[in-house]
């Protein structure tokens, strides 16, 4: 296997993201469902290997084995250099995850530094100064404040980090970043020299996480949202590591049935459950407390779907506004209320594909982990993409799935129809 790059990711949404930016390079990107074992299958021709864990929300310490575990397998195989995927909204906590699976990963590299930077422009995330926007607000009043397992209540990520690790964090400011990979090389430098671990940096356009990327070059580890890879693979090409070529993305003609399933409570899923709804498309709310009560919602779900299956996709979802959902949590629990849901979409999800749904869309990065975990899936072959962030993916194995597993935040309101447009 020619495998230049190896990627952990701590999602699955965050993973096919990531897939998708290396895909549109010109990278043949493989992303594998958790921690693979030592004779997972791996096409020869695969020169990026994105593993997706499910590490986002559970205990730190759990995160960093699992991640150390992928690292093991990325490095048996011979990547050259690595990345560490997290969300670009920097979705964590104050004890974690994202400050000690990243610190575990330096030091297991023999390395001393790397930087951290989630801006994805294109989806309204950019990083100023250290404080993480989305479109035209702090990060701590864009709604992310209200998450419901990581809630983001400061913007400055130079505090964030900091709060995670005590490797110490630096900053690579705007006006060091607009005057291009060198510039930035030399900040990286002189942090690292100073006995700092991290730097942060700043990054307003493509254009400037291109030139982060590029500055990277020499760096074993990399961490951030799937936008500062966009510079990589220029790297390799420079290198002579990897081919130009423009077909990376293709995939076989689909068919089945089409099925949306969301599990996020983010603004942007629910406006994309609003706009299929006004559009007059059967869709299904599905209930927490009655899963609680121990109803059988989820026969009755899989039961209500399967009689509307035909050229359009139904949609079945928990999603709620965050008044909702805070009653919720109030009364079942955070983390009972969560499961509860992620183990009725997981079993929604094969009642669908035994029913012939061949196209899935899930939307949430929880949601979708569950749903591929239920549905046996170990690989992905990425696909064209829909929107910034989201592909449509190709299952690999007996019963082939065409799957888009979104990130919550991401998309337009429209952007479940388009999605399946965009691959009839």
């Not at 020169?47 to 995160?63: F, H, N, Q, Y």
């Not at 990979?181 to 307003?204: E, N, Q, S």
């Not at 949202?225 to 423009?246: E, H, I, K, T």
């Not at 990425?382 to 888009?404: C, D, K, Q, R």
């Amino acid at each position: 296997m020619n495998l230049v790059l190896g990627c952990i990711a701590d999602d699955f949404t965050g993973a096919t993201d990531l897939a998708n930016t290396l895909v549109r390079q010109g990278m043949r990107t493989v992303q594998l469902i958790g921690c693979p074992s030592g004779d997972a299958e791996v096409p020869e021709d695969a020169e990026a290997v994105v593993v997706a864990l499910k590490s986002r929300t559970i205990d730190p310490e759990e995160a960093v084995r699992q991640s150390l575990e992928a690292l093991r397998w990325l490095r048996r195989h011979g990547a050259r250099q690595y990345f560490f995927k997290y969300c670009s909204t920097f979705d964590s906590t104050d004890r974690g995850n994202i400050g000690p699976v990243a610190a575990a990963l330096v030091e297991a590299l023999g390395g001393e530094f790397t930087v951290a930077c989630p801006a994805f422009p294109a989806n309204g995330r950019t990083v100023y100064r250290g404080y993480l926007f989305v479109g035209d607000v702090l990060l701590s009043e864009s709604g992310m404040q209200h998450h419901p397992l990581t809630p983001m209540t400061d913007a400055n990520l130079v505090r964030v980090l900091g709060r995670q690790t005590d490797g110490g964090v630096g900053l690579v400011p705007y006006h060091v970043v607009r005057q291009g990979a060198d510039a930035i090389g030399d900040a990286m430098a002189r942090i690292r020299d100073a006995g700092l671990r991290f730097a942060i940096v700043d990054a307003l356009t493509d254009e400037h996480l291109v030139a982060i990327g590029r500055a990277c070059r020499d760096l074993l580890l990399i961490t951030g949202g799937s936008g500062v890879a966009m510079g990589l693979p220029a790297n390799y090409r420079a290198q002579g590591l990897v081919p130009q070529r423009d077909d990376a993305a293709s995939l076989p003609a689909s068919g089945g049935y089409g099925a949306i399933l969301a599990g996020s409570c983010s603004g942007a899923t629910l406006a994309q459950i609003e706009h299929f709804e006004q559009g007059g498309l059967a869709s299904l709310k599905l209930d927490p407390l009655r899963l609680a009560a121990g109803e059988d919602a989820v026969a009755a779900a899989v039961e209500w779907a399967v009689s509307r299956l035909g050229n359009e996709p139904v949609l079945i979802y928990s999603s709620a506004a965050p008044e909702a959902l805070a009653g919720v949590q109030a009364e079942l629990g955070r983390d009972r209320s969560g499961g509860l849901v992620e183990q009725a979409m997981a079993a929604i999800a094969r009642g669908l594909v035994a029913a012939g749904v061949r196209r899935l869309l899930v939307a949430g990065g929880e949601t979708s982990g569950s749903v591929v975990s239920a549905l046996g899936v170990t690989a992905l072959q990425i696909g064209p993409e829909i929107s910034p962030g989201v592909p449509w993916t190709l299952s690999v194995g007996e019963t082939a799935l065409f799957l888009a597993l979104k990130s919550g935040n991401f998309g337009g309101p429209a952007f479940f129809l388009e999605a399946f447009e965009a691959l009839s």
